[in-house]
Protein backbone atom coordinates (compact mmCIF):
# COMPACT_ATOMS: atom_id res chain seq x y z
CA UNK A 1 0.00 0.00 0.00
CA UNK A 2 2.22 3.27 -1.03
CA UNK A 3 1.03 6.66 -1.11
CA UNK A 4 2.90 7.33 -4.00
CA UNK A 5 0.92 5.10 -6.17
CA UNK A 6 3.93 2.14 -7.03
CA UNK A 7 4.69 -1.13 -5.05
CA UNK A 8 7.34 -2.90 -3.85
CA UNK A 9 7.36 -6.56 -3.43
CA UNK A 10 7.77 -6.05 0.60
CA UNK A 11 4.98 -3.55 0.85
CA UNK A 12 0.98 -4.11 1.80
CA UNK A 13 -1.19 -3.71 -0.99
CA UNK A 14 -4.30 -4.81 0.93
CA UNK A 15 -4.51 -7.08 4.14
CA UNK A 16 -7.79 -8.86 3.16
CA UNK A 17 -9.92 -7.31 5.14
CA UNK A 18 -13.80 -6.38 3.61
CA UNK A 19 -13.69 -3.44 2.36
CA UNK A 20 -17.11 -1.32 1.83
CA UNK A 21 -18.92 -2.70 4.21
CA UNK A 22 -19.83 -0.07 6.47
CA UNK A 23 -20.81 3.01 5.95
CA UNK A 24 -20.54 6.46 7.68
CA UNK A 25 -23.37 5.82 10.40
CA UNK A 26 -22.23 2.46 11.61
CA UNK A 27 -18.71 3.81 11.88
CA UNK A 28 -20.22 6.23 14.18
CA UNK A 29 -21.97 3.69 16.11
CA UNK A 30 -19.14 1.58 17.01
CA UNK A 31 -17.17 4.95 17.28
CA UNK A 32 -19.62 5.73 19.88
CA UNK A 33 -20.69 2.33 21.55
CA UNK A 34 -16.57 1.71 22.45
CA UNK A 35 -16.51 4.32 24.45
CA UNK A 36 -19.19 2.52 26.86
CA UNK A 37 -21.27 5.43 27.55
CA UNK A 38 -23.96 4.04 30.48
CA UNK A 39 -20.80 1.84 31.72
CA UNK A 40 -18.17 5.24 31.52
CA UNK A 41 -20.60 7.23 33.46
CA UNK A 42 -21.18 5.05 36.08
CA UNK A 43 -18.22 3.95 37.08
CA UNK A 44 -16.34 7.77 36.57
CA UNK A 45 -18.93 10.18 37.19
CA UNK A 46 -18.31 10.11 41.52
CA UNK A 47 -14.59 10.57 41.33
CA UNK A 48 -15.28 12.92 39.32
CA UNK A 49 -17.31 14.89 41.15
CA UNK A 50 -15.01 14.18 44.04
CA UNK A 51 -11.94 15.08 42.04
CA UNK A 52 -8.78 14.95 44.09
CA UNK A 53 -8.03 16.76 47.22
CA UNK A 54 -10.56 19.23 46.84
CA UNK A 55 -13.98 18.47 45.08
CA UNK A 56 -15.30 19.46 41.88
CA UNK A 57 -18.88 19.27 43.01
CA UNK A 58 -21.16 21.14 40.39
CA UNK A 59 -18.20 21.71 38.21
CA UNK A 60 -17.82 18.32 37.22
CA UNK A 61 -19.43 18.97 34.03
CA UNK A 62 -16.76 21.45 33.06
CA UNK A 63 -14.53 18.80 33.88
CA UNK A 64 -16.11 16.85 31.01
CA UNK A 65 -15.97 19.42 29.14
CA UNK A 66 -12.30 20.26 29.64
CA UNK A 67 -11.44 16.51 28.47
CA UNK A 68 -13.20 16.79 26.01
CA UNK A 69 -10.99 19.29 24.02
CA UNK A 70 -7.71 16.97 23.99
CA UNK A 71 -10.11 14.17 22.80
CA UNK A 72 -11.56 16.35 19.88
CA UNK A 73 -7.73 17.72 19.11
CA UNK A 74 -6.23 14.55 18.52
CA UNK A 75 -9.45 13.35 16.45
CA UNK A 76 -8.63 15.75 14.34
CA UNK A 77 -4.98 14.21 13.78
CA UNK A 78 -6.37 10.96 13.43
CA UNK A 79 -8.89 12.56 11.10
CA UNK A 80 -5.59 14.15 9.04
CA UNK A 81 -3.64 11.18 9.15
CA UNK A 82 -6.18 8.71 8.10
CA UNK A 83 -6.47 11.32 4.59
CA UNK A 84 -2.89 10.56 4.23
CA UNK A 85 -2.97 6.89 4.93
CA UNK A 86 -6.30 4.91 5.55
CA UNK A 87 -4.76 1.92 7.39
CA UNK A 88 -6.04 -0.16 9.57
CA UNK A 89 -2.72 0.19 12.30
CA UNK A 90 -3.90 3.68 12.74
CA UNK A 91 -0.74 5.11 15.31
CA UNK A 92 1.22 2.23 14.79
CA UNK A 93 1.27 2.91 11.11
CA UNK A 94 1.86 6.75 11.23
CA UNK A 95 4.13 7.02 13.82
CA UNK A 96 6.08 4.49 11.92
CA UNK A 97 5.69 6.73 8.31
CA UNK A 98 6.71 10.03 11.26
CA UNK A 99 8.79 8.82 13.40
CA UNK A 100 10.58 5.50 12.70
CA UNK A 101 9.80 1.98 13.55
CA UNK A 102 10.57 1.64 17.16
CA UNK A 103 8.56 4.35 18.11
CA UNK A 104 5.42 2.96 15.59
CA UNK A 105 5.84 -0.48 17.11
CA UNK A 106 5.93 1.34 20.43
CA UNK A 107 2.51 2.92 19.63
CA UNK A 108 0.57 -0.16 18.17
CA UNK A 109 1.57 -1.85 21.27
CA UNK A 110 0.37 1.22 23.40
CA UNK A 111 -3.28 0.47 21.75
CA UNK A 112 -2.87 -3.52 22.59
CA UNK A 113 -2.25 -3.20 26.32
CA UNK A 114 -4.59 -0.29 26.81
CA UNK A 115 -7.56 -2.65 25.35
CA UNK A 116 -5.94 -5.97 26.67
CA UNK A 117 -6.34 -4.30 30.38
CA UNK A 118 -9.69 -2.55 29.77
CA UNK A 119 -10.84 -5.61 28.28
CA UNK A 120 -10.50 -7.49 32.22
CA UNK A 121 -12.02 -4.75 33.71
CA UNK A 122 -15.29 -4.75 31.57
CA UNK A 123 -15.49 -8.09 31.92
CA UNK A 124 -15.56 -7.82 35.68
CA UNK A 125 -18.63 -5.21 35.15
CA UNK A 126 -20.40 -7.29 32.55
CA UNK A 127 -20.28 -10.48 34.46
CA UNK A 128 -21.24 -8.92 37.77
CA UNK A 129 -24.41 -7.28 35.82
CA UNK A 130 -25.47 -10.50 34.44
CA UNK A 131 -26.33 -11.50 37.75
CA UNK A 132 -28.00 -7.90 38.68
CA UNK A 133 -30.32 -7.67 35.94
CA UNK A 134 -32.04 -11.19 36.20
CA UNK A 135 -31.77 -10.85 39.89
CA UNK A 136 -34.08 -7.76 39.52
CA UNK A 137 -36.43 -9.80 38.28
CA UNK A 138 -37.61 -10.78 41.85
CA UNK A 139 -34.39 -13.35 42.21
CA UNK A 140 -32.50 -12.15 44.54
CA UNK A 141 -30.90 -15.20 45.36
CA UNK A 142 -29.01 -14.41 41.55
CA UNK A 143 -28.80 -10.81 41.95
CA UNK A 144 -26.14 -11.89 44.81
CA UNK A 145 -23.71 -13.35 42.92
CA UNK A 146 -22.81 -9.90 41.53
CA UNK A 147 -20.65 -10.21 44.53
CA UNK A 148 -19.20 -13.70 44.24
CA UNK A 149 -15.88 -13.50 42.63
CA UNK A 150 -16.16 -16.96 41.07
CA UNK A 151 -19.77 -16.44 39.92
CA UNK A 152 -18.29 -12.98 38.08
CA UNK A 153 -15.66 -14.13 36.81
CA UNK A 154 -16.86 -17.24 35.12
CA UNK A 155 -20.04 -14.98 33.43
CA UNK A 156 -16.77 -11.91 32.57
CA UNK A 157 -14.90 -15.29 30.68
CA UNK A 158 -18.58 -16.48 28.95
CA UNK A 159 -18.81 -12.24 27.68
CA UNK A 160 -15.70 -12.31 26.34
CA UNK A 161 -15.86 -15.49 24.54
CA UNK A 162 -18.92 -14.55 22.71
CA UNK A 163 -18.10 -11.37 21.59
CA UNK A 164 -14.87 -12.54 20.53
CA UNK A 165 -16.98 -15.35 18.36
CA UNK A 166 -19.31 -12.66 17.13
CA UNK A 167 -15.78 -10.26 16.18
CA UNK A 168 -14.34 -13.44 13.88
CA UNK A 169 -17.80 -13.71 12.51
CA UNK A 170 -17.79 -10.79 10.33
CA UNK A 171 -17.39 -7.03 10.35
CA UNK A 172 -21.61 -6.28 9.35
CA UNK A 173 -22.69 -8.58 12.20
CA UNK A 174 -20.75 -6.60 14.64
CA UNK A 175 -22.36 -3.11 13.93
CA UNK A 176 -25.47 -4.41 13.65
CA UNK A 177 -25.41 -5.52 17.15
CA UNK A 178 -23.89 -2.31 18.20
CA UNK A 179 -27.39 -0.92 16.22
CA UNK A 180 -29.13 -2.70 18.67
CA UNK A 181 -27.04 -2.57 21.80
CA UNK A 182 -25.91 1.51 21.11
CA UNK A 183 -29.60 1.83 20.71
CA UNK A 184 -30.93 0.62 23.92
CA UNK A 185 -27.95 2.50 26.18
CA UNK A 186 -28.69 5.80 24.78
CA UNK A 187 -32.34 5.91 24.81
CA UNK A 188 -31.95 4.79 28.74
CA UNK A 189 -29.61 7.43 29.37
CA UNK A 190 -31.68 10.13 27.56
CA UNK A 191 -34.97 9.10 29.92
CA UNK A 192 -32.68 9.45 33.23
CA UNK A 193 -31.77 12.71 32.21
CA UNK A 194 -35.21 14.33 31.19
CA UNK A 195 -36.71 11.82 34.16
CA UNK A 196 -34.35 13.45 36.50
CA UNK A 197 -34.51 17.15 35.19
CA UNK A 198 -38.44 17.21 34.45
CA UNK A 199 -38.51 16.51 38.51
CA UNK A 200 -36.22 19.26 39.32
CA UNK A 201 -37.64 21.60 37.19
CA UNK A 202 -40.81 20.91 38.65
CA UNK A 203 -40.26 21.19 42.00
CA UNK A 204 -40.60 17.20 42.47
CA UNK A 205 -37.56 16.66 43.39
CA UNK A 206 -35.25 15.97 46.25
CA UNK A 207 -34.85 18.64 48.93
CA UNK A 208 -30.99 18.67 48.39
CA UNK A 209 -31.64 18.78 44.39
CA UNK A 210 -30.16 21.97 42.91
CA UNK A 211 -31.09 23.82 39.43
CA UNK A 212 -28.55 23.93 36.89
CA UNK A 213 -26.65 26.49 36.10
CA UNK A 214 -24.29 27.92 33.32
CA UNK A 215 -21.25 28.05 35.58
CA UNK A 216 -20.86 24.66 36.51
CA UNK A 217 -19.31 24.15 32.44
CA UNK A 218 -16.62 26.51 34.14
CA UNK A 219 -13.83 24.07 35.71
CA UNK A 220 -11.55 27.26 36.05
CA UNK A 221 -12.64 28.45 39.04
CA UNK A 222 -11.01 25.35 40.67
CA UNK A 223 -7.85 24.80 42.05
CA UNK A 224 -5.77 23.55 39.06
CA UNK A 225 -3.53 20.80 40.84
CA UNK A 226 -5.69 19.74 43.72
CA UNK A 227 -8.87 19.37 41.49
CA UNK A 228 -8.58 19.91 38.29
CA UNK A 229 -5.82 17.48 37.21
CA UNK A 230 -6.82 14.63 39.44
CA UNK A 231 -10.41 15.05 37.88
CA UNK A 232 -8.98 15.13 34.42
CA UNK A 233 -7.39 11.51 34.70
CA UNK A 234 -10.57 10.23 35.21
CA UNK A 235 -12.93 12.20 32.69
CA UNK A 236 -10.12 11.27 29.75
CA UNK A 237 -10.88 7.41 30.26
CA UNK A 238 -14.90 8.00 29.80
CA UNK A 239 -14.09 9.63 26.10
CA UNK A 240 -12.03 6.64 25.30
CA UNK A 241 -12.71 4.30 22.64
CA UNK A 242 -13.90 6.83 19.44
CA UNK A 243 -10.80 5.75 17.74
CA UNK A 244 -12.48 2.32 16.91
CA UNK A 245 -14.31 3.96 14.17
CA UNK A 246 -10.80 4.44 12.40
CA UNK A 247 -9.61 1.40 13.00
CA UNK A 248 -12.04 -0.01 10.83
CA UNK A 249 -10.84 2.24 8.18
CA UNK A 250 -9.92 -0.45 5.48
CA UNK A 251 -13.92 -1.76 5.86
CA UNK A 252 -15.82 1.43 5.10
CA UNK A 253 -16.51 3.16 2.30
CA UNK A 254 -14.61 5.77 1.01
CA UNK A 255 -11.69 5.09 3.88
CA UNK A 256 -10.00 8.13 3.38
CA UNK A 257 -12.73 10.58 4.35
CA UNK A 258 -15.38 8.45 6.40
CA UNK A 259 -13.39 7.15 9.31
CA UNK A 260 -11.99 10.97 10.22
CA UNK A 261 -15.48 12.10 9.89
CA UNK A 262 -17.14 9.21 12.10
CA UNK A 263 -14.04 10.41 14.98
CA UNK A 264 -15.41 13.56 14.88
CA UNK A 265 -18.82 13.00 15.30
CA UNK A 266 -18.44 10.40 17.99
CA UNK A 267 -16.41 12.56 20.48
CA UNK A 268 -19.45 15.84 19.92
CA UNK A 269 -21.83 13.21 19.75
CA UNK A 270 -20.21 12.16 23.30
CA UNK A 271 -19.46 15.78 24.65
CA UNK A 272 -23.47 16.21 24.03
CA UNK A 273 -24.49 12.92 25.71
CA UNK A 274 -22.16 13.11 29.07
CA UNK A 275 -22.71 17.22 29.18
CA UNK A 276 -26.69 16.29 29.76
CA UNK A 277 -26.30 13.18 31.79
CA UNK A 278 -23.61 15.11 33.94
CA UNK A 279 -26.09 17.90 34.87
CA UNK A 280 -28.87 15.43 35.31
CA UNK A 281 -27.12 13.61 37.89
CA UNK A 282 -25.87 16.89 39.57
CA UNK A 283 -29.05 18.36 39.71
CA UNK A 284 -31.27 15.21 41.09
CA UNK A 285 -28.80 14.29 43.68
CA UNK A 286 -26.88 17.00 44.69
CA UNK A 287 -23.05 17.13 45.26
CA UNK A 288 -23.25 16.08 49.22
CA UNK A 289 -21.38 13.48 50.62
CA UNK A 290 -24.38 11.98 52.26
CA UNK A 291 -27.06 9.65 51.03
CA UNK A 292 -27.05 9.46 47.06
CA UNK A 293 -24.93 12.59 47.18
CA UNK A 294 -22.30 12.16 44.39
CA UNK A 295 -19.30 13.12 46.50
CA UNK A 296 -20.45 9.72 48.93
CA UNK A 297 -17.53 7.82 48.33
CA UNK A 298 -20.06 5.09 48.46
CA UNK A 299 -21.34 5.86 45.06
CA UNK A 300 -18.54 5.93 43.62
CA UNK A 301 -18.74 2.21 41.42
CA UNK A 302 -21.77 3.29 40.42
CA UNK A 303 -23.82 6.31 40.42
CA UNK A 304 -26.92 4.91 38.89
CA UNK A 305 -27.13 2.23 40.89
CA UNK A 306 -27.46 5.20 44.23
CA UNK A 307 -29.46 7.63 42.42
CA UNK A 308 -32.04 5.08 40.45
CA UNK A 309 -34.12 3.82 43.50
CA UNK A 310 -34.52 7.52 44.83
CA UNK A 311 -35.36 9.08 40.84
CA UNK A 312 -37.38 6.28 40.59
CA UNK A 313 -39.47 5.60 43.36
CA UNK A 314 -40.66 1.75 44.05
CA UNK A 315 -43.39 -0.62 43.11
CA UNK A 316 -43.75 -2.17 39.89
CA UNK A 317 -43.17 0.45 37.54
CA UNK A 318 -39.86 1.36 39.38
CA UNK A 319 -38.27 -1.56 39.33
CA UNK A 320 -39.02 -1.97 35.83
CA UNK A 321 -37.01 1.06 35.28
CA UNK A 322 -34.25 -0.11 37.64
CA UNK A 323 -33.79 -3.31 35.97
CA UNK A 324 -33.74 -1.32 32.37
CA UNK A 325 -31.33 0.96 33.75
CA UNK A 326 -28.95 -2.17 35.05
CA UNK A 327 -29.56 -3.70 31.77
CA UNK A 328 -28.12 -0.26 29.64
CA UNK A 329 -25.05 -0.80 32.03
CA UNK A 330 -24.85 -4.26 30.83
CA UNK A 331 -25.30 -3.28 27.40
CA UNK A 332 -22.75 -0.98 27.58
CA UNK A 333 -19.67 -3.27 29.44
CA UNK A 334 -20.67 -5.81 27.09
CA UNK A 335 -20.82 -3.73 23.91
CA UNK A 336 -17.70 -1.88 24.89
CA UNK A 337 -16.04 -5.43 25.17
CA UNK A 338 -16.95 -6.48 21.32
CA UNK A 339 -15.60 -3.37 19.77
CA UNK A 340 -12.24 -2.91 22.31
CA UNK A 341 -11.69 -6.62 20.53
CA UNK A 342 -12.13 -4.85 16.80
CA UNK A 343 -9.15 -2.24 16.95
CA UNK A 344 -6.60 -4.67 19.19
CA UNK A 345 -7.54 -7.24 16.36
CA UNK A 346 -6.65 -5.15 13.53
CA UNK A 347 -3.87 -3.19 14.85
CA UNK A 348 -2.17 -6.41 15.23
CA UNK A 349 -3.16 -7.37 11.94
CA UNK A 350 -1.56 -4.38 10.59
CA UNK A 351 1.95 -5.14 12.43
CA UNK A 352 1.78 -9.01 11.22
CA UNK A 353 1.32 -7.72 7.57
CA UNK A 354 4.21 -5.19 8.14
CA UNK A 355 6.42 -8.14 9.67
CA UNK A 356 6.15 -6.17 12.80
CA UNK A 357 4.85 -9.17 15.04
CA UNK A 358 4.61 -12.56 13.37
CA UNK A 359 2.88 -12.63 10.25
CA UNK A 360 0.30 -15.37 11.17
CA UNK A 361 -1.51 -12.65 13.19
CA UNK A 362 -1.72 -11.07 9.24
CA UNK A 363 -4.10 -14.27 8.63
CA UNK A 364 -7.76 -13.57 7.32
CA UNK A 365 -10.64 -15.75 7.54
CA UNK A 366 -11.61 -16.62 3.98
CA UNK A 367 -15.69 -16.13 4.44
CA UNK A 368 -16.09 -14.02 6.64
CA UNK A 369 -12.88 -11.69 5.95
CA UNK A 370 -11.72 -10.85 9.87
CA UNK A 371 -8.54 -11.63 11.61
CA UNK A 372 -8.25 -14.86 12.67
CA UNK A 373 -5.45 -14.99 14.97
CA UNK A 374 -5.41 -11.69 15.80
CA UNK A 375 -9.17 -12.04 16.70
CA UNK A 376 -9.55 -14.77 18.71
CA UNK A 377 -5.79 -14.37 20.21
CA UNK A 378 -6.95 -10.79 21.92
CA UNK A 379 -9.86 -13.21 23.59
CA UNK A 380 -7.64 -15.76 25.18
CA UNK A 381 -5.02 -13.04 26.02
CA UNK A 382 -7.90 -11.03 27.38
CA UNK A 383 -9.00 -13.82 29.26
CA UNK A 384 -5.87 -14.55 30.77
CA UNK A 385 -5.24 -11.08 32.28
CA UNK A 386 -8.68 -11.10 33.92
CA UNK A 387 -7.94 -14.27 35.53
CA UNK A 388 -4.58 -13.05 36.57
CA UNK A 389 -5.98 -9.71 37.80
CA UNK A 390 -8.86 -11.12 39.62
CA UNK A 391 -6.29 -14.09 41.12
CA UNK A 392 -4.07 -11.67 42.33
CA UNK A 393 -6.68 -9.46 44.06
CA UNK A 394 -10.55 -8.33 42.73
CA UNK A 395 -9.73 -4.86 43.91
CA UNK A 396 -6.76 -4.44 41.30
CA UNK A 397 -9.47 -4.75 38.74
CA UNK A 398 -10.27 -1.02 39.93
CA UNK A 399 -6.33 -0.19 40.09
CA UNK A 400 -6.47 -0.56 36.03
CA UNK A 401 -8.54 2.43 35.02
CA UNK A 402 -5.59 4.82 36.20
CA UNK A 403 -3.54 2.63 34.08
CA UNK A 404 -5.23 2.72 30.81
CA UNK A 405 -5.71 6.47 31.33
CA UNK A 406 -1.62 6.32 30.88
CA UNK A 407 -1.97 4.06 28.24
CA UNK A 408 -4.42 6.26 26.30
CA UNK A 409 -2.41 9.61 26.89
CA UNK A 410 0.57 7.43 25.39
CA UNK A 411 -0.41 6.57 22.37
CA UNK A 412 -3.35 9.40 21.86
CA UNK A 413 -0.29 11.88 22.02
CA UNK A 414 2.09 10.08 20.36
CA UNK A 415 -0.82 10.42 17.30
CA UNK A 416 -1.16 14.07 17.93
CA UNK A 417 2.87 14.58 17.50
CA UNK A 418 2.86 11.83 14.93
CA UNK A 419 0.58 14.43 12.44
CA UNK A 420 2.54 17.16 13.49
CA UNK A 421 5.75 15.57 12.06
CA UNK A 422 4.53 14.22 9.41
CA UNK A 423 3.02 17.24 7.64
CA UNK A 424 5.75 19.50 8.89
CA UNK A 425 6.72 20.37 5.41
CA UNK A 426 3.89 21.20 3.93
CA UNK A 427 2.04 22.64 7.45
CA UNK A 428 2.50 26.12 6.28
CA UNK A 429 1.03 26.06 2.84
CA UNK A 430 -2.20 26.92 3.95
CA UNK A 431 -4.51 28.28 7.30
CA UNK A 432 -5.85 25.43 7.60
CA UNK A 433 -3.08 22.82 7.34
CA UNK A 434 -1.24 24.98 9.79
CA UNK A 435 -4.43 24.24 12.30
CA UNK A 436 -5.58 21.22 11.75
CA UNK A 437 -2.45 19.26 10.62
CA UNK A 438 -0.09 21.70 12.87
CA UNK A 439 -1.50 23.33 15.84
CA UNK A 440 -4.04 21.21 17.19
CA UNK A 441 -2.60 17.90 17.12
CA UNK A 442 0.34 19.83 18.53
CA UNK A 443 -1.86 21.09 21.77
CA UNK A 444 -3.43 17.99 21.99
CA UNK A 445 -0.67 16.17 22.36
CA UNK A 446 1.14 18.13 24.99
CA UNK A 447 -1.94 18.14 27.08
CA UNK A 448 -1.83 14.36 27.15
CA UNK A 449 1.75 14.47 27.50
CA UNK A 450 1.01 16.41 30.89
CA UNK A 451 -1.63 14.07 31.67
CA UNK A 452 0.80 11.05 31.28
CA UNK A 453 3.51 12.75 33.41
CA UNK A 454 1.21 13.81 36.19
CA UNK A 455 -0.66 10.73 36.85
CA UNK A 456 2.23 8.69 36.52
CA UNK A 457 3.63 10.84 39.41
CA UNK A 458 0.34 10.46 41.52
CA UNK A 459 -0.04 7.27 40.18
CA UNK A 460 3.18 5.75 42.09
CA UNK A 461 2.22 7.21 45.27
CA UNK A 462 1.68 4.00 47.36
CA UNK A 463 -1.83 5.78 49.28
CA UNK A 464 -3.12 6.44 45.53
CA UNK A 465 -5.67 3.70 45.72
CA UNK A 466 -7.20 1.95 48.95
CA UNK A 467 -9.26 -0.91 49.42
CA UNK A 468 -12.49 -1.42 51.58
CA UNK A 469 -10.50 -2.06 54.52
CA UNK A 470 -8.23 1.02 54.13
CA UNK A 471 -5.29 -0.56 52.79
CA UNK A 472 -3.21 0.27 49.98
CA UNK A 473 -2.92 -1.44 46.70
CA UNK A 474 0.36 -1.41 45.62
CA UNK A 475 2.73 -3.48 43.80
CA UNK A 476 6.39 -4.02 45.08
CA UNK A 477 5.74 -0.94 47.29
CA UNK A 478 4.91 1.64 44.22
CA UNK A 479 1.15 2.60 43.03
CA UNK A 480 -0.65 -0.42 41.03
CA UNK A 481 -1.97 1.59 38.71
CA UNK A 482 1.36 3.34 38.02
CA UNK A 483 3.03 -0.52 38.12
CA UNK A 484 0.26 -1.93 35.61
CA UNK A 485 0.97 0.85 33.28
CA UNK A 486 4.20 1.52 32.98
CA UNK A 487 4.63 -2.67 33.45
CA UNK A 488 2.07 -3.37 30.13
CA UNK A 489 4.78 -0.19 28.31
CA UNK A 490 8.02 -2.19 29.43
CA UNK A 491 6.93 -5.72 28.28
CA UNK A 492 6.42 -3.94 25.24
CA UNK A 493 10.11 -3.12 24.99
CA UNK A 494 11.28 -6.70 25.87
CA UNK A 495 8.94 -8.04 22.80
CA UNK A 496 10.12 -5.52 20.79
CA UNK A 497 13.50 -6.64 21.33
CA UNK A 498 13.10 -10.10 20.87
CA UNK A 499 11.37 -9.71 17.77
CA UNK A 500 13.99 -7.19 16.45
CA UNK A 501 16.70 -9.81 17.27
CA UNK A 502 14.83 -12.47 15.24
CA UNK A 503 13.14 -10.58 12.03
CA UNK A 504 14.75 -7.21 11.55
CA UNK A 505 13.27 -6.31 8.25
CA UNK A 506 10.20 -3.98 10.13
CA UNK A 507 12.95 -2.36 12.00
CA UNK A 508 15.76 -1.25 9.33
CA UNK A 509 12.71 0.30 7.65
CA UNK A 510 12.37 -2.09 4.82
CA UNK A 511 8.61 -3.28 5.13
CA UNK A 512 7.22 0.61 6.74
CA UNK A 513 9.51 3.36 5.86
CA UNK A 514 9.60 6.26 7.01
CA UNK A 515 8.35 9.77 4.95
CA UNK A 516 6.42 12.83 5.28
CA UNK A 517 3.37 13.43 2.55
CA UNK A 518 5.97 16.02 0.23
CA UNK A 519 6.44 15.00 -3.60
CA UNK A 520 9.29 16.34 -5.40
CA UNK A 521 10.30 16.83 -9.03
CA UNK A 522 12.75 14.70 -9.92
CA UNK A 523 16.01 16.02 -11.74
CA UNK A 524 16.05 14.79 -15.52
CA UNK A 525 18.38 12.34 -15.50
CA UNK A 526 16.37 10.37 -13.04
CA UNK A 527 15.73 10.14 -9.25
CA UNK A 528 18.91 10.70 -7.57
CA UNK A 529 19.69 13.61 -5.46
CA UNK A 530 22.89 15.92 -5.19
CA UNK A 531 25.15 16.85 -2.29
CA UNK A 532 23.08 18.68 0.47
CA UNK A 533 24.94 21.74 -0.74
CA UNK A 534 24.76 21.34 -4.06
CA UNK A 535 23.04 24.59 -4.52
CA UNK A 536 19.88 22.91 -6.17
CA UNK A 537 16.43 23.76 -4.41
CA UNK A 538 14.36 20.73 -5.08
CA UNK A 539 10.80 21.95 -6.26
CA UNK A 540 7.85 20.60 -4.86
CA UNK A 541 4.94 18.97 -6.40
CA UNK A 542 1.55 18.86 -5.90
CA UNK A 543 -0.20 15.31 -4.70
CA UNK A 544 -2.19 15.35 -7.71
CA UNK A 545 0.82 16.14 -10.42
CA UNK A 546 -1.18 19.00 -11.16
CA UNK A 547 2.47 21.15 -11.91
CA UNK A 548 4.30 18.10 -13.00
CA UNK A 549 6.02 19.62 -15.84
CA UNK A 550 5.44 17.77 -19.30
CA UNK A 551 7.88 14.33 -19.35
CA UNK A 552 9.07 14.80 -16.05
CA UNK A 553 8.73 12.64 -12.71
CA UNK A 554 7.56 13.33 -9.69
CA UNK A 555 9.35 11.33 -6.43
CA UNK A 556 8.47 10.78 -2.89
CA UNK A 557 10.98 13.59 -0.92
CA UNK A 558 11.66 10.98 1.52
CA UNK A 559 11.28 7.25 0.09
CA UNK A 560 12.60 8.61 -3.60
CA UNK A 561 9.78 6.70 -5.32
CA UNK A 562 8.51 7.55 -8.45
CA UNK A 563 4.88 8.76 -8.79
CA UNK A 564 3.32 8.05 -11.59
CA UNK A 565 -0.02 8.18 -10.30
CA UNK A 566 -2.51 11.71 -8.65
CA UNK A 567 -2.68 11.32 -5.37
CA UNK A 568 -4.95 12.81 -2.68
CA UNK A 569 -1.71 12.81 0.34
CA UNK A 570 -2.36 15.67 1.39
CA UNK A 571 -6.32 16.82 0.27
CA UNK A 572 -5.76 19.60 -2.13
CA UNK A 573 -7.06 22.78 -0.10
CA UNK A 574 -9.88 24.12 -1.61
CA UNK A 575 -9.05 28.01 0.03
CA UNK A 576 -6.18 28.20 -2.42
CA UNK A 577 -6.56 28.63 -6.26
CA UNK A 578 -5.74 25.66 -8.62
CA UNK A 579 -4.06 28.08 -10.92
CA UNK A 580 -0.70 29.30 -10.92
CA UNK A 581 -1.29 33.02 -11.65
CA UNK A 582 -3.24 33.08 -8.19
CA UNK A 583 -1.54 30.17 -6.27
CA UNK A 584 1.94 31.24 -4.84
CA UNK A 585 3.25 27.78 -4.15
CA UNK A 586 2.32 26.40 -7.92
CA UNK A 587 3.89 30.01 -9.13
CA UNK A 588 7.36 29.19 -7.49
CA UNK A 589 7.25 25.53 -8.19
CA UNK A 590 6.43 26.52 -11.98
CA UNK A 591 9.28 29.59 -11.83
CA UNK A 592 11.67 26.75 -10.74
CA UNK A 593 10.74 24.98 -13.93
CA UNK A 594 11.65 27.43 -16.02
CA UNK A 595 14.74 27.94 -14.84
CA UNK A 596 15.48 24.37 -14.51
CA UNK A 597 14.55 23.99 -18.37
CA UNK A 598 16.88 26.90 -19.35
Known amino acids: MSATGTSRPEQVESKGLKDGALGLTSAVVVGVASTAPAYSLAASLGFIVVGGTLAAGVKAPGIVLLAFIPMYLIAVAYQELNKAEPDCGTTFTWATRA ?30 YSF ?23 AGLLWIAVMTWICYRGIEISARLQYVLLSFEVLILIFFAVFALVKVYTGNAEPYSLIPQWNWFNPFTLDFSQTIAPAMLTAIFIYWGWDTAVSINEETKDPGKTPGRAAIISTLLLLATYAVVTVAAIAFAGVGDKGIGLANPDNSNDVFAAIGPTLFGGGVVGSILMALLGFSILTS ?11 TARTALSMAAYKAIPERFARIHPKFLTPTWSTIGMGIVSAVFYLIFTFISPVLLNALIGSIGLMIAFYYGLTGFACVWYYRKTLFTSFRHAIMRGLFPLVGGIMLLWVF ?28 EAVVGIGGLLIGVVLMGIWWWRKPDYFRGRTLPRRSDDLVLAPAGGPSFGLPDSGREATLIAPDLSNLPPGRIAVNAETLEPVEEPSELPPADPSLPRDPEHNPDLRRSADHDRKDDA
Open 99 to 128: FGPITGWMGGWGIIVADVIVMANLAAIAGA
Open 132 to 154: TFVGSFGLPQVAELANNTVATTI
Open 333 to 343: ASASTQTTILP
Open 453 to 480: VYGLINFAAPDWLVDDNGKNVTIFGIGA
